[in-house]
């Protein structure tokens, strides 16, 4: 692949005006770290002085309007991943959506007693669930790790899954490799044998076509400061189906998640629909610039997202194994673009220093993810063609620099 | 009392010129609902703005500064209640934090089967106790309801503690009566029988004195969006002494509260210190918008603070005698200021109706809390005295027009 591919390819861009709504540095690091900061839309500032605008005027009255924001920027949400209106809110943190939800889950299948994960999974997945194991006297079985072939890692997740299975909870695009699993597949797979199944769509959602409703899935959470450019910490998400919204009752108990919430009457009773599965009282402002945010994604539309990131990855992939792979890299992101998300994953012995030394020489700004991945995260949004190309030549050019790794490092 | 009274309290209040900070319509309604939500102090628009540029500017390497933040503002508010370095976190909801809490004691007294509380207390914290105690195989003993008389309150519950007490969880300050119960007496008590205590300050921090680690206090959780001005919806904050960190463990296994975060290693192991008691990633505008709205209340003092609202309650309780009493409504918040915090709540048949008329016609701005309070918050940061006396006087020559009550209303 030639530069020359990379500039045709960003004049026909069907969705390239959109980077005119972030305020990119043309001059400044190319920034391959969407997928975990994304970055801010245009009219976010404006949003959250309006949102500070009519708390000053509205005062208390003003929560006649916020008061159903969660579910509001939800509805707006669900629209990307396939869910229709009624069973997304926008609440809490991802680690307490996945908290609330896999712990219903459990509850709602009291006579089994194992909980299938992926191994490699994100920290907070693994730990949520390793917690709740413990609390709910139920065991994890941990499948993997997860390498490069999606199909080996779902037949072994397949297998895992029996009549003793109570809940499967799992990434649908893994946080390192990138590997995408069929959530449609292993859905049906967990509902077979009666379990339940949790999705993880923290790095899919707003890159990645998801249809929940279609897939027949239970129960999924995420995030939305990736690819949803909410901001740092942005609220997450949780996504109930409506045919189990009655069914489950979630752990936390608060007020925000009680029927007739201002009777303020004894004894918890969960509100109907999807509101049970709020808690405590929501974050108005955050909130406001998620929904500001996510309504960018809703116009640029996922397949025009997705066909972009697909694009986007495959010149990242076909440039790297031309440039990179020669000096011992290793691709381990599928090479399929179904069995991939919208990040590339770079291996390399020294991926520590090679990170930090792309980002001090200001020319990319990736992620380390240990032990030796550099992972790429070109939003489609805002990300160019030639930045991709680019990218990989500032990593071909750095990599004989940098020198070997030190054992850990705090990146976000 | 006569007008002319509270015009001189105001010529020589303190703090009066902290009201400029806050964009206060001088012909607008009477705010009697800063203990549900508080007004914007300036510079928070500025706060956030600013806080987005950074995330424009500094990307995903913003984390250096913003991961910190929780605890940050939280050693800031510590000083507002008593509290040294290292015991406060803003995060999460009080609701998700009173769950935290309240289920780390429970399962650090596994051998203990009661949890003492109010019956009457603030809804989410008698749901949120219901439900750990059918999860962790508890009783709940409520105490209550408390009535006026903060003795007969006080040796009600202490009564009620004993050898098998795990968890007593209480309000410092009752959300609708405006009683102020002994925090260090009764925390005394409860470690009488080698329970562990809990405090909600969600009336209290920002205007009363609170001393948690002079009271040797356990655990406490509250919320920043009343006397603290954090906006709508703002996050909550809890506290945890340092004798016991290292010997709670939360359920809500995530990976901020993990140690090595970004090792991502193999099995949950709790970071030393507070930080235990993180969860999933804290949203930073939030947090941005309560350090801003904070240093305000830091600036003016609580003892200032807590004063002037001695002196703007009282006004209110003297005036309400002479005004409202003759029309049939009766004063609920304690007489005595060492029983009550800072807010006044008035009784009467028709309180619905009469909160309605109010807001209505423009002149008063309280809260009704079922199912027959008016209750009325005075911010001490904001509030005149003679806006005491004007909603007093307004309040009794409303009272005639209002009619009856329905039997709900949704109010927040």
Redesign the interface.
Known sequence: VERGDAVALDLTDPVAAFRDRF?VVTDGPI?M?GN??G??PAG??EA??AG?GA??SE?????EE??DLPGRVGDRLGRLIGAAAGQVLVC?????NL?KLAAAALRSRPGRREIVTE?SD???D???I??LAA?EGRVVRAVGPAGSDAGAVERDIAAAIGPDTALVCLSHVHYRTGLRLDMARLTARAHDEGALILWDLAHSAGACPVELDAGGVDLAVG?T?KYLNG??????FLYVGAALQEELVQ??????G?A?????????RPAGGVARFL?????????I?VDSAIAVSEQAGIAALWAKSVGLTSLLIERAEERLVPLGARIVTPALPDHRGAHVAVAHPRAWAWCRAL?ESGRV?G?F??PDVVRLGPAPLYTRYTECFDAIEAMAETLGSAPDNPP?????
Chains 1, 2 share one sequence.
Not at 59 to 63: E, F, M, N, T
Not at 408 to 412: E, I, L, Q, Y
């Open positions: 305020s920034y770290d975990s900061l970055r801010p976010i500032g959250l002085a500070v708390w000053r005062l208390v009255s003003g929560w916020w008061i809490d943190s991802t680690t307490v908290y191994q994100f920290p907070t693994r730990y949520v390793e917690g609390s995030c400061y901001g740092p910490g942005a609220p997450g752990p936390i108990w608060g007020w925000f009680q007739e919430q201002f009777a303020m009457g004894e004894g918890y808690t405590g009282t929501p974050g108005i402002l955050g909130l610039a980002i700004i992620d993810r240990s850990a490092r705090r990146v976000t």
